[in-house]
């Protein structure tokens, strides 16, 4: 029998997998369980979204361009208008996920051998979607005691090498709930100057920030604007995880024209996905306003009951749906 | 800047996309342009699917388990029963598309440098799927003249080395329309057998089979029932393209638990599409019929219009809906 290969040994097992028989096995027994253990909102998707589909009216369900709908991807132009991140529409590569987009980023900016620095603690896939590239993650590591604030600048220097290709970075943070200040966030492009890096900047949760404190996206950063491939998905923003609409956005036309190579290759991103995602941009801003009030109320809950247990702290998360205790 | 990999400049462009562009130019200038250059059925969707789509009553358009819905996977047991194949639900791992059921195959069962032979011509994208995994595809050539049927054994023979892993064979063929023999399907099972290979088999259009001969797939050959993996798709029998709806389907534990890794790290296939997927297993026979004579008249028409045109040659495709002329 020929055996697997060593990527497909060393590829983790979901974490969050090894939790669900330990629950299924607690239900059993008769206790009630609360699953806080995957990024699933319980919130309603937006009724515009559910109708779109209802009401599709095509009778050949085809493959869509490679990079997602122009329709789609232009009316995403002034959603990324608001956040004062400005693109057209060629900057903007639909993907399979958010997790395509990460794959296809590594894929396409790290040879086997090369390292990127990642903060963590760190969503558990970023490893999953180097082991695939063959790229090596290196850690950085932040602290409860420091409320997950970036590492020092030395840290990150320390680990910086001649195979050294990127930094990735989660903004608003998977699963600290850290927002990286603007002091921060200006450290971070210093960095991929003096070093020449690829910044690899993950902000899905950018909806979900809980402070008056601004959002400082990867590409607000001047100077570095060919060194940014942000990652995006639709999932949280709008309770889409099922429809896997993700997007990979760069300025930098090399990395465009390497990752449509795998975008072809792949043929099409899911077309009722990007119809859903795009009447999703049509949604009243009072969708997004009850989502949010819900989740500062979720936020509060949660943490005010984790800091009254004896024993037990944990931080305020500024942003996202996370939080370490 | 940031260099982009090799890996990403070794990427193949899509050759088909070449053709595009002097497709539009061609439609500028006032020619009717019949497009044939892509898989891209234009036969309607099963209406089982459709009305599955428009009567989605979810408010939550959640993650579906990482291997797909179970009672999809259930389904899809009844329906390889038909064709004499026997599974049962825990075989079948749902993937994004037969796309991603070729990647995650490769990314599972070769290490970077390893070997696959295949016959060719072949479908364009095995060849970015293996460079995705750092693998190298050897080809043994089938010609025009020999009705593109399965090379001497003597053919494979001389390319296997230390290095060789696995065949991959698309059955009925992408884009020659052949259809291997039984004796032909033997002979890759005794080869498979013998060096200890796996056998990555397409078998996507086993739906479109025209002449009386037997569909023989690689899941009937006993005795290498562990060193098989199936690749399939939606995308063709039910004119679902869009869908992104596949299957990587094997015996073997070790690579479904390699595979389900993979599947892990990207959450979850497209929901809506399992929906529609499922559906479509429900569409009365009468679909298949129509779709099956449609194909049959246009495969006449085509091949007899080619073969009419002088210095023009095709042969009689046996299955799929492609030729080579």
């Known amino acids: 029998m020929p055996t697997i290969s060593i990527r ?16 299924e096995a607690a239900k059993g027994r008769g206790v009630h369980v609360y699953h806080l253990n995957i ?16 009401h599709i009216d095509r009778t050949v369900l085809e493959y869509s361009p490679s990079q997602g709908y122009r329709s789609y991807r232009e009316k995403l132009v002034g959603y990324y208008e608001k956040y004062d991140i400005h693109l057209n529409a060629d900057d903007i590569i639909i993907t399979t996920g958010g997790s395509e987009a990460v794959l296809f980023a590594f ?11 990642v903060p963590e603690p760190a969503y558990a896939n970023y490893m999953a979607f180097a082991i695939s590239a063959g790229a090596i993650i290196r850690t950085v590591t932040t602290t409860i005691d420091e409320g997950f604030s970036l590492p020092k600048v030395e840290k990150f220097e320390e680990l ?11 903004n608003p943070n998977n699963p600290t709930g850290y927002l990286y200040t603007r002091r921060e966030m200006n450290q971070i492009r210093d960095l991929v100057k003096k070093y020449d890096l690829f910044l690899f900047s993950d902000e899905v949760y950018r909806e979900f920030i809980y402070t008056g404190s601004p959002y400082i996206s990867a590409c607000h950063l001047q100077g570095i604007e060919q060194n940014v491939v942000l990652i995006d998905s639709v999932s949280k923003r709008y309770s889409e995880c099922g429809i896997r609409i993700g997007a990979l956005i760069t300025k930098n036309p090399e990395v465009r024209k390497a990752v449509m190579k795998f975008c072809q290759a792949r043929l099409s991103p899911p077309l009722i996905g990007q119809i859903a995602a795009e009447a999703s941009l049509d949604e009243p801003e009072e969708y997004s306003r009850e989502t949010y009030d819900e989740y500062v109320e979720r936020r509060k809950c949660l943490i005010d009951g984790l800091n009254r247990i004896p024993g037990v702290y944990s931080p305020i998360p500024m942003g996202a749906f996370y939080t370490v205790a």
């Not at 894929?107 to 620095?117: A, K, R, T, V």
Request: aromatic share 0%; with cysteine.
């Open 107 to 117: 894929m396409s900016c790290l040879n086997p051998g090369d390292e990127i620095i």
């Open 160 to 170: 910086i090498n001649e195979r050294t290709k990127g930094i990735l970075i989660c």
């Open 39 to 54: 990024g699933q909102p319980d919130l309603p998707t937006p009724r515009a979204a559910l109708e779109a589909i209802r």
């Open 8 to 23: 497909g040994n060393e590829m983790p097992e979901s974490p969050i997998r090894k939790l669900a028989p330990l629950a």
